[in-house]
């Protein structure tokens, strides 16, 4: 009786771990990169002229950019590489 008890406290400890163990946080370095493209694309949005096509192409790059950064964030998740 006090094995079976044993045992079924460890699996419910066992369990409450695996339930509770979250994969790493995305740093904050990448965070704030992510926070400051996408304030520099909204500014650029919202700036007057087209400046030749360059404003629009620099907010293209700002979108390859952002996508760029979720797929690294989905390789480290992957690759468990989350520092």
């Known amino acids: 009786m006090k094995i079976a008890t044993l045992l079924f406290a460890l699996t419910i400890l066992l369990s409450a771990a695996t339930l509770f163990s979250q994969p790493p946080d995305v740093p904050a370095e990448v965070n704030a990169a992510r926070t ?4 520099a694309s909204d500014a650029l949005s919202h700036a ?3 400046w030749g096509g360059h404003r629009q192409k620099a907010v293209q790059h ?8 979720n797929e690294a964030e989905k390789w480290a998740r992957e690759h468990h590489d989350m520092k």
């Open 48 to 50: 007057g002229g087209d």
């Open 62 to 69: 700002i979108q390859a950019a952002q996508s760029e950064l």
């Open 36 to 39: 400051h493209l996408r304030e």
